[in-house]
């Protein structure tokens, strides 16, 4: 029990971010949201920005070998 109190304390949201859009930015993501039937705009920017991150980091990893 005690390693599951530590675990959700670790995962815990306590970094705020926050970020401003243009007019056109808003309208795209308003569009998106409505058109995908999506509720929690906050876990999905949450998720996409994390994604992108995480599939960057997957790019940029060094391999044996080029596949140029």
């Known amino acids: 029990m005690k390693k599951k109190i530590q675990r959700d304390e ?28 999506i509720n929690n705009r906050s876990r999905f920017i949450r998720e996409t920005l994390v994604s992108a991150i995480l599939k960057k980091f997957e790019d940029d990893h060094p391999t044996l070998f080029d596949l140029e």
């Open 10 to 37: 670790q995962m815990k949201r306590v970094h705020r971010q926050s970020f401003l859009l243009n007019t056109h930015e808003m309208r795209a993501v308003d569009s998106y949201c409505k058109k995908y039937k």
